[in-house]
């Protein structure tokens, strides 16, 4: 066996055994356990410090054994996964009666996906069973996109992470929920609404608009949040705002789309979402780490492709700067 498929086959051991790992997607790193275990799930939600009516995403290997955690599947269900899966799609389904109320938050639906990163993908198909896997960070914090950030998130407590390197896609999936009438998005992802469009025709956006929308903690305003507060700028009034806090003697960061503006500390990132996407949460970690006061970022073009990548910047800026260790 080599290194790679020992490490596989440990992870999935300890799975058996009702503990908790750390596992690459390709959208970030998720904290896994049995989905049918209530004490490997109690444990996740421990680790995180996650509230418990926070329903968690399942994981499966493939589509076969959909029926085994999703009742009354309609037909646009189907069309995505086929299209989608493996993949950064999350489809919020009705529930069958063996998922737990501990995974759905106590809500008749549950959210199933099917990754595609390889090392996901073998360590589900080995498992045989679900894995329910939120991203791998404490509550209301910054997503991991490589084992790293996970080690500095959990230490000794997720003894088994394994390594995936950084993710190719860089936020978390896209949620469809298709359990109401209309295909609605909970939160936008890299797959976006014209691509499912594409396939199952209008889809609408946002959690209001349905009766009893299921509750989606992803979709917090507060949430993926540095430590230093964050402030969100127009790319006119970057180099001013700059100009004005270096001025009042203040340590500021600025992330610019593109390159920074001149005698601008911080980080030039991609013109282009998908790119943006990948270095996002890897970034403001960064920037996060080296004691700013302030964190600048240039908001990105106001157009449908940078639909994720907003969503998630404004919930940085809405939960930044509150230290959890202060107890607030
Ligand atoms: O890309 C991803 O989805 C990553 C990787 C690890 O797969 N996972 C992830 O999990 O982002 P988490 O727990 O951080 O976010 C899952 C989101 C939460 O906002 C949760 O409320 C929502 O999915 N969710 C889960 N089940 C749901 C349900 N039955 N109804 C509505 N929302 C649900
Ligand atoms: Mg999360």
Known sequence: MNRGSREIAEAVAALRRGEVIGLPTETVYG???????????RRIFELKGRPLEHPLIVHLADAATLGAWALDIPRAARALAERFWPGPMTLILKRARRVSDLVTGGQDTVGIRVPSHPVARAVLTQFGGGLAAP????????????????????????????????????IESTIVDLSGEHARILRPGALGAHELERVIGRVAHGRHGHHGAPRAPGTLAAHYAPRTPVQLVAHAALVARQH?????????ATMSVGKLPPGAEGIAMPRSPGPYARF????????????????????????????AVRDRLERAAAGSGVDPEDGT
């Open 280 to 307: 996002l949460y890897a970034s403001l970690r960064d920037l996060d780490a080296q004691g700013y006061e302030r964190i600048l970022i240039e908001r990105p073009p106001n157009t449908f492709v940078w639909t």
């Open 31 to 41: 904290l896994a356990g049995d989905a049918s275990n209530a004490t490997a799930v």
């Open 135 to 170: 991203s791998a960070n404490r509550f209301g914090r910054i997503s991991p996109t490589r084992r790293a950030h996970v080690l500095s998130e959990f230490g000794n407590s997720v003894p088994i992470v394994l390594d995936g390197g950084d993710c190719a896609i860089g």
């Open 244 to 252: 004005a806090a270096k001025k009042r003697g203040e340590r500021i």
